[in-house]
């Protein structure tokens, strides 16, 4: 596909584009909501059916091509990624909301994701062993999962999806993708950028529907896998379900991440930071800055400098070059975070900053700072949108206790320039990402990923080298050589 036409939504399933399901729904845009972004069916459990079918059938195939040819297709898919940004963003701006460039980075980083993962399966991941016996090698083999289930949230529409599924076809793995209802159109065109790159029919099937079709496909024994990102209760759902039947699964579930500010941090670099952390892609990122916590004196400077930056935020429509923040990403999001928001407020918030969003869609919102007391609900509960809250605290120990204090442990951030007092931060914080004088959000793709608590499952993490592990069973294999010992 190299127009710039959008594609037609259409399931893939054993390498055809299926343009029929239960019904038919529309994408759309959240900053024009009067310009749908286009049309595509819905399937349900007989299509998630097909799709498991499709993807049993094409894995030995894809397993025995060797590892050879895998890369050279994920090789090719990243040079697919790079030509195709522009347009991959735009379909992904039109339906999500966020920033035109930020799309495009996701496709960037997808290419990038490919040609990693392309190399990680030329390493010797595998490993030999003493043996006891003369003749004897001993060695492990990393062998694919099978079939894999994808299941994938909106927010970061393209770079998610490829985090799962290039490490999973570059371990040998056939996929069953099933993306989320919000962004139908750039999962249909990422899906073709692996089709064109020449991954085989049947080793990735993209399905569209609802949840309840992803439950259908996580609950099909023939699922080896299924590796998840989006919300607790729905992700714990899925692991029930998937370990019931002894099947493995990797979570990567909602955060609830502290900014903590010593007085020594230079606010001048540390407040666009926090700020950035903590509204950046309107606060629709699993890693966003939830909490700030203002230790001793710095509080007030703090709160001050963080309103003016939320004041001057430019929230506008994500093809918009002026604008720096989109809307949220469907009027149901949007309900929920205006109804945090007026809860926080009837639990005595202070809104003490807010920036102007347009009026022109009831998607757009206008990011809020508040400031509170731990008592708030919003203290404690993931509200997925640009709020962020500044609780006071007046030492160190107080600071880290707090930061902890939650059923999360996906990021925190610790600005402070005392590097006695960040190697204590680093050895006393529970997350899985930890940053020092840098935002909650941000990572890099050769890192591994992922959170504690109840933000992350127990499988490997994702990305980096440990993406390998999740997607890959290890078997211990003695070989021996079957004649005697001339020797001997
Ligand atoms: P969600 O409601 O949990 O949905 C995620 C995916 O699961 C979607 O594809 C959804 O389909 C599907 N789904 C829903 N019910 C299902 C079921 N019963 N069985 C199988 N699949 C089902 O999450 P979201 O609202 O899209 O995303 C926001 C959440 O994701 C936030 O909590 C955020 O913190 C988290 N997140 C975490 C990370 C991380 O790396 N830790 C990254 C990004 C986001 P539909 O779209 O059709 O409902
Ligand atoms: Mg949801």
Redesign the pocket.
Known sequence: MTSTAIPIGAHLIGGEWISTGTSTTTSINPARPDEPVGDHPVGDASTASDAVSAAVDAQKAWRDAGYKVRAAVLEKAAILFEERADELAMIGTLEEGKMLAEMRGEAMLSAETCRYQAGIIKMPTERIYPSGKPGETIRTLRAPLGVVGV??????PIL?PVWKIAPALAAGNTVVW?????TPLVSVAIAKVFEDAGVPAGALNLIL????M??A??EDPRVDGVT????????F??RDAVTARNGRVQL????HNPAIVFDDADLDLTVPLVVAGAMGSTGQ???ATRRVIAVGSVYDELVEKMSAAVTDLKIGDGLDPNASIGPIVAPR?HAEVTEGLEKAISQGAEVVATASAPDTSECFFAPTLLTGTTELDIWTE?V?GPISTVVKVDSEDEAFALANDTEFG?SASVFSTDMWRVDRAINTLEAGIIKINAPTTGSELHVP???EKA??GHAPR?QGDTAHDFFTRTRSVYINPGTPNPYA
């Open positions: 299941v994938t949230p909106w927010n970061f998610i099933k993306t989320a209802s919000n529907g609802p949840g309840s992803g439950g496909m996580i998840f990102t989006g919300s607790v209760p729905v992700g759902g899925i990567e579930l909602g955060g990122k699993c890693t999001a993931e997925f996906l990923f992922g959170g933000s992350s994702e």
